[in-house]
């Protein structure tokens, strides 16, 4: 017999292409977070700067939040592939 291939219903493609958007959009706002700071951190050192501790605060807590909203989107897939 041919091995048969089971097709993932639309609800559950549909939730893998949102978690993979859903996580390329936390990557970025982490690194735009980042890069903010860093700048800051720059001017601290070669000019003047107003703000380098909010701003590391912000890209730590930004951080932090898109690894655990990635990991809690991840689980949903996962979950409802297993549903599926």
């Given at each position: 017999?041919?091995?048969?291939?089971?097709?993932?219903p639309?609800?559950?493609?549909?939730?893998?292409?949102?978690?993979?958007?859903?996580?390329?959009?936390?990557?970025?706002?982490?690194?735009?977070?980042?890069?903010?700071?860093?700048?800051?951190?720059?001017?601290?050192?070669?000019?003047?700067?107003?703000?380098?501790?909010?701003?590391?605060?912000?890209?730590?807590?930004?951080?932090?939040?898109?690894v655990?909203?990635?990991?809690?989107?991840?689980?949903?897939?996962?979950?409802?592939?297993?549903?599926?």
């Open positions: 017999m041919a091995d048969e291939v089971k097709e993932e639309l609800k559950v493609i549909a939730l893998d292409k949102i978690a993979a958007l859903i996580t390329a959009a936390f990557g970025l706002v982490a690194a735009l977070a980042w890069n903010e700071a860093i700048k800051a951190i720059f001017k601290e050192i070669f000019g003047t700067a107003e703000a380098i501790g909010p701003l590391l605060i912000y890209a730590i807590v930004v951080t932090v939040a898109a655990i909203l990635t990991i809690l989107v991840a689980r949903a897939v996962v979950n409802a592939k297993k549903n599926a």
